[in-house]
Structure formats: structure tokens, C-alpha cells
């Protein structure tokens, strides 16, 4: 363990609250590399994988150096996925929560015309993917005067989605005398050339631990052919119990496929990927983090850069075929210093992916073998139990920053056919709340209940005098504790 302490960067007394209560106790690595440079305007070329805390090895300086009076934004955090600029807003937030840092997300599917109307208020940070950036930029919603900080997040994956050139027009938009910082899994020459020409003297920066462990994630590998992976899958969750799980598929045809076998078996679970509609990507996203729900089956949109909280169990119900996404689905498991597992299945058709993914992270999967029919039986009762139970999520971070809840009681539930995804698109599109003030919603068969943060609890419940869900009109009162 280090011993390293954030004393040592004198922070002001709003940020190491902030860090108390998010029980950031000792920087890891990268912010102990990060932090006291970036605190000091250097520029900064920083390797490092997700899960290792890069988000806040960037998000602590520039909350502690942020101006609160100016109005303008001071920093521009570029993530290449909407979920990821969700994320790290999220992170900000938190960080800044006792010095009032207002940071805010722009990114496309979402109203522009939101967006440029909360620009137009004070804001200190603004994260986005670079698409709506630019666009913000040509509108001049987005005024650039006053940026101190760039941050490229994923700067790799940037290139991939074929969003480099976009970056480097941004980066000729901004003033010359800020501080560039580029966090990257892997540093690619497009990736290196660009940092050349848009930085001072940066400082190379490597964290040596690819954030792929074998200390903290025990990885095993299961043969089996296509018809067996729903049978196969069954098994494990049973024998292996989990709290929380995410079944990854490469097509979202799988995901549904998987998704209508488990919850046809009375599993808790939802679905993530492409095709859904943001709000409701958004809202599956926080009833996990929440914990309304055990198992998520996603594709890869769910695995990039997404921060939920201890994710017990991984499996890979399709083989990755790109070798860095192996890292990041795993990466979702064995987070801060928690144990965790990561299980792929391969058909005789996945050798060549299976190859890459070892070439990649450097060591061989173990093969393990399927659990046994007596495993299967033993673990039956413990597994029932659990899937009947709701999910305790001990460690929600921004519920702990987030203590203003209002708790609100509906009068319809389960029997109405109200999800907790119906809950959400309406209390989102609420006028001032996001699917962010929305904290834990419970649903019985003739009620519901949905928490509500950030003090925002008494303009859902005016606004829901006059709103309906999923066409039906339902009274909402404050719930007696
Ligand atoms: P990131 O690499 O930014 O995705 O962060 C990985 C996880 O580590 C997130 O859940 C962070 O909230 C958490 N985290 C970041 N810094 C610390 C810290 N110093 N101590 C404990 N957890 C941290």
C-alpha cells in the first residue's frame, strides 16, 4: 500500500471534504504522477488505463485552480463517448461539490438548445465529445476566451472513432497559453504527433500497470460452442452467485437474446446498447449504479470509461474482437483494490481473437472447466434468495455527496406497467432535472417510489401535478418516512 497522503498538495478545505466524503483516502499512482504536476500548469502526456483514477488525477487540479467568480468556462475535458462525458462530469461534480464547481456535459442527441441555454449561465467546466463541441464552438455558445485547461481524454480511442481531426480543430480554436493534458490507454503516432505539435514541452508520463491485473481479477476462460453459451451462462451466475454482473455481447441481437432468456428466468436485469434511446441509456446506466437491478447485458457502449462501483462479476458471453475492449470490459471488475472476475466464453471460431487478446495483456486465460450439475444444485437455494432480493449498493459516491433527497411515493406500479425506465424519461425531461438528480426508485405492484436529489424533490413534485406517465395520470406525494 502507499503511504501517500493528499495532504501533501495543500488543497483548500472544500476539496479535501470532497475527497473525505468520496473516501478518496491516499492518491493512487497516476495522481500521485499527475496532481502536484497539472497543479503546477505543466503540460502532460499521460498513458494510463481506466480504473486507475486518472479522472480525478485531472478533476483535483482543475477544481482546485478553477476561479469561482469567473463566468466563463475554465476548462474543456474532450471524451470520445457521450457516456464517458457523462461520467466525468459526474466525477467533477463531486469533487467540486463544496466549492460550487457548476461543470456540465454537452454532447450530441441531446437538445442543442438545452445545452446552449445552460451555457449561458455560469460555468466553470465543460465536458464533450468533440462533434458537439465544434458545434457549440461555431454557434459561439461555447466561448473559449478563458479556457486555462484542455484535457483529451482517451485520446486512442479518439483516433479510433475517427475523431482526431475534430480534435485538432478544436485545439486551434483555443487560447495558446492553457495547459494541455492527454490521458491515453496506448499512445499512438497520430495520437504522439499531435501532442507534438499542440504542447509545451510536455511530461511523458507511464503508469505502469496496464490497469489489467491478475492480483485483483481472476480470469478464466470457458470452451463452448454457440448453442451452449445460454445454458452454459446459466450455470455460472447460479454457481457463482454474484452481486452484480455484466454479460457482454458483441451485437445488440445477442444482447436481446440474452436479455429475454434470463429475464424470462426471473432474473433482475436490464439491457444496454446502441440502439436505445439515450434517456434510457442513461437511466439503465443509474438503476445499475443504483443497484434496482443484478445483471446488465450491454455491447462494448457500456464498457468504456463507465464508473460503477465494484461490479462483482464479468463475463464475456462473446468473445471481444478488438483486444483493447478485453481491457475495458474487464476493467469494469476489481476497481480500487476490490476482487473481481472476468469469465469469456470462446467458440471454435474465436482462436484468432482469443490469440490477439493474450499477445495484448500479456498472459494466457486460464481454461476453467463448466460448473458441475451437483455445483449447479448446491448453489440453487443461495442463488434464488439473492435474485429475489434487491441489490445493496454501499458505496455510491454521489449519493453520499447528493444529501438534499426528497423521497417521493406514486400511486402506481408493476400492475400499471410502470419500469423504472418510465419513471426516468419522465422525471428527466422535467424542466431543470436531469436523469442525475434521480437516486433510487423501488417498484411494488400498486406504488412506487422514486428518490429525488440535489434538492430538486419539491419541482418534481409540482411538475408531476400536471404530468403523466406513459400516459397515465398518477398522484405524487412525499413518502412518510
Ligand atoms: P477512473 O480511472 O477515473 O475511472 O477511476 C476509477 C475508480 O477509482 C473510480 O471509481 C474512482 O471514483 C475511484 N478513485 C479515484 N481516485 C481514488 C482514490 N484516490 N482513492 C480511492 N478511489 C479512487
Known amino acids: 500500500m502507499n503511504e501517500r497522503s493528499f495532504d501533501e498538495y495543500h488543497l483548500s478545505d472544500e476539496i479535501k471534504r470532497a475527497l473525505d466524503v468520496l473516501k478518496y ?22 498513458k494510463s488505463q481506466t480504473g486507475s483514477g486518472k479522472t480525478a488525477s485531472f478533476g483535483i487540479p482543475i477544481c482546485e485552480n478553477i476561479e469561482w467568480e469567473e463566468k466563463k468556462p475554465q476548462a474543456l475535458i474532450l471524451t470520445p463517448t457521450r457516456e464517458l462525458a457523462a461520467q466525468v462530469r459526474e466525477d467533477i461534480t463531486n469533487i467540486g461539490r463544496f466549492k460550487r464547481i457548476k461543470a456540465m456535459a454537452v454532447y450530441g442527441k441531446e437538445p442543442f438548445s438545452k445545452q446552449r441555454e445552460e451555457l449561458k449561465q455560469k ?19 461555447l466561448v473559449l476566451d478563458n479556457i486555462k485547461y484542455l484535457i483529451i481524454d482517451e485520446a486512442d480511442e479518439m483516433l479510433n472513432m475517427g475523431f482526431i481531426n475534430k480534435v485538432e480543430t478544436i485545439l486551434k480554436e483555443l487560447p495558446t497559453n492553457r495547459v494541455t493534458m492527454v490521458f491515453s490507454a496506448t499512445l499512438p503516432k497520430d495520437v504522439e504527433t499531435l501532442c507534438h505539435k499542440y504542447m509545451i514541452e510536455p511530461k511523458n508520463i507511464e503508469i505502469a500497470s496496464t490497469g489489467i491485473t491478475t492480483d485483483t481479477i481472476e480470469h478464466g476462460l470457458f470452451e463452448v460452442r454457440e448453442e451452449g453459451k445460454i445454458p452454459l451462462l446459466k450455470d455460472i451466475t447460479v454457481v457463482e452467485n454474484p452481486d452484480s454482473c455484466i454479460i457482454f455481447c458483441n451485437t445488440k441481437e445477442h444482447v436481446n437474446t440474452v436479455y429475454n432468456e434470463l429475464e424470462e428466468s426471473g432474473y433482475s436485469c436490464e439491457k444496454l446498447h446502441g440502439g436505445l434511446e439515450q434517456e434510457s441509456r442513461f437511466a439503465v446506466m443509474d438503476g445499475f449504479k443504483m443497484g434496482n437491478f443484478r445483471y446488465l447485458i450491454a455491447t462494448d ?16 458471453y462473446d468473445i471481444p474482437m478488438e483486444k483493447e475492449s478485453y481491457v475495458h470490459r474487464t476493467g469494469r471488475t476489481g476497481r480500487a483494490g476490490k476482487e473481481g472476475k472476468a469469465l469469456t466464453f470462446e467458440t471454435p471460431h474465436d482462436g484468432k481473437y482469443l490469440k490477439a487478446i493474450e499477445r495484448y495483456i500479456g498472459f494466457e486465460i486460464p481454461t476453467v472447466e463448466a460448473p458441475k450439475r451437483h455445483e449447479v444444485i448446491k448453489g440453487q437455494a443461495a442463488f434464488d434468495e439473492k435474485i429475489s432480493g434487491r441489490r445493496v449498493v454501499r458505496n455510491n459516491k454521489t449519493a453520499r455527496i447528493n444529501q438534499d433527497i ?6 402506481g406500479g408493476k400492475k400499471k406497467k410502470i419500469r423504472a425506465v418510465d419513471l426516468v424519461g419522465t422525471i428527466a425531461n422535467i424542466p431543470g432535472v436531469t436523469a442525475e438528480d434521480i437516486g433510487i426508485i423501488t417498484i411494488q405492484d400498486s406504488l412506487s417510489y422514486v428518490d429525488i436529489l440535489n434538492g430538486k424533490g419539491s419541482v418534481v413534485l409540482q411538475a408531476m401535478e400536471t404530468t403523466t406517465i406513459k400516459g397515465k395520470k398518477l398522484k405524487v406525494t412525499p413518502a412518510i418516512k
Open 25 to 46: 483516502e491516499n492518491p493512487t499512482e497516476v495522481q500521485i504522477e499527475v496532481i502536484p504536476r497539472a497543479l503546477e500548469n505543466q503540460d502532460l502526456v499521460v
Open 123 to 141: 460555468t466553470h467546466v465543460v465536458v464533450g465529445t468533440p462533434g458537439r463541441v465544434i458545434d457549440h464552438i461555431e454557434r459561439e455558445t
Open 301 to 316: 457502449v457500456a464498457a468504456r470509461g463507465i464508473d460503477i462501483d465494484n461490479v462483482s462479476l464479468i463475463i464475456n
Open 406 to 411: 426528497l423521497k417521493l411515493h406514486f400511486s
